[in-house]
């Protein structure tokens, strides 16, 4: 799960690392009467969940998803550019995403910008700390072009960050002697905000020094697991529906795990492996997976029939291709929800089943006795030639 950049300061504050003074608006007026309340030298941010908001442009033709103001009538203005319309950055891809929030927060005076981040490395379980002298907007062209300007710190969970990774950090990232004890006092509040709130990323960019010396965090991206969000009611209750993919919504709420991708070719698998396996035989036959949709190893018909509305309202699929192991699962009573769903949805695209496991036959026997358009497929490299035929065949 991801949350607001506001939302990620006010969390960072109550782990004791510094941000500037800010309020998030939803209106023109309500960013001017912020604005009023906080003085002159203001920057306005436009809160959607991607990056790349600075060098972003909005559809009406604005400039920039971040920008400054001296006034509060400027901070107005600027409010009105960026509320209700439509932002695209790198990150957002074309279609961009519409900002309903700005934050109102001061500027302050830069000195220098540092990188810093905590990520969960899967490869090596345990949290790895991402550093670098040169923050700021160009970070990924730096990764890119400088990877030699990447400092990278791995932390034994058990132990945790430890004092002298703490100043070895300090004194990387530039800090000088007599600023390194609250530098790595930083670090230690940043890693324990990671932990305690079972983070999966924590990015600061940039972690700002200014002029006269004092760090903060002057923009931040924090991600959670989704797994463990049951610990985190406070968090959950930072959710922003608003910029989440309505099929992932939707998927959640019947305990369904669905990933939108690119593709054309519609996926309902019950196994996250077995689901891995189908979108890489789909892509070996020359076709391209819409999605990635996990029904789980005890789906009920109600989910079998959401997870066919959910595909059948996404108008770039062609084709759907539905790969069910029944081991806890029944094959019959999968067979039967498919059955209820296509009727239920009255299906526009072809439609492939395979199934495979406890109660086969009697699936299968279910599939052809329901008289409905429904190709079956006996293998799983079977079903996948035939999905991706009956794709090609619809454009």
């Known amino acids: 799960m991801n949350i607001h950049e506001y939302q990620a300061k006010e969390l960072l504050e109550k782990f004791s690392v510094a941000t500037p003074p800010g309020k998030v608006a939803f209106t023109p007026d309500e960013a001017e009467q912020v604005a009023r309340s906080m003085g002159n030298n203001l920057v306005v941010k436009a809160q959607i969940h991607a990056g790349g908001r600075g060098k972003g442009s909005f559809t009406n033709g604005v400039k920039g998803g971040v920008q400054l103001a001296k006034t509060a009538s400027q901070v107005k203005s600027i409010a009105a550019q960026m509320l209700g319309n ?12 519409v900002v309903k929030k700005v934050l109102i927060a001061e500027s302050v005076n830069i000195d220098r910008e540092i990188y810093f981040a905590i990520v969960m490395d899967r490869a090596m379980n345990a949290p790895v700390i991402i550093a670098s002298r040169q923050g700021g907007m160009d970070i990924e062209s730096v990764a890119a072009k400088s990877p030699e300007a990447i400092y990278k710190e791995v932390v034994n969970p058990a132990l945790g960050l430890q004092p002298y990774q703490a100043r070895k950090l300090s004194k990387l990232l530039g800090f000088a002697p007599a600023d390194m004890k609250d530098a ?9 905000l ?9 990015e600061i960019n940039p972690l700002v020094v200014t002029k006269d010396g004092k760090v903060f965090a002057l923009d931040a991206k924090l991600n959670f697991d ?5 610990r985190h009611p406070e968090i959950l209750a930072m959710r922003d529906l608003d910029e989440e993919d309505p099929r ?25 492996g077995l689901a891995m396996a189908t979108m890489d035989i789909i892509h070996f036959y020359g076709g391209e997976p819409a999605n990635f949709l996990d029904v ?7 989910q079998v029939t959401e997870a066919f509305k959910i595909l059948t309202s996404d108008k770039r699929i062609k084709a759907i291709l539905v790969n069910i192991f ?25 439609l492939v089943v395979r199934l495979e496991g406890t109660n086969v036959e009697k699936g299968r026997k279910l599939l ?8 079956a497929a006996n293998a799983l490299a079977d079903a996948a030639e035939k999905v991706v035929k009956a794709a090609k065949e619809q454009k």
Do not use: W
Request: overall charge negative; glycine content about 12%.
């Open 296 to 302: 789980g190893g005890g789906a009920n018909e109600q």
């Open 326 to 350: 029944g081991g806890i699962m029944k094959c019959d009573i999968i067979a039967q929800g498919i059955i209820n769903a296509v009727r239920a949805t009255s299906l526009p695209v072809p």
């Open 184 to 192: 790595s006092k930083l670090f230690h509040a940043v890693y324990k």
């Open 248 to 272: 992932e919504v939707a998927a959640s709420n019947f305990g369904l795990n669905y990933i939108g991708l690119d593709g054309d070719i519609g996926c309902m698998v019950n196994g996250a």
């Open 368 to 375: 052809q006795e329901s008289n409905l358009p429904i190709i």
């Open 226 to 230: 989704d797994n463990a969000l049951f």
């Open 194 to 202: 990671f932990m305690a709130n079972d983070c999966s990323l924590v």
């Open 86 to 97: 439509t932002l695209v950055t790198h990150q957002t891809g074309a279609d961009g995403k």
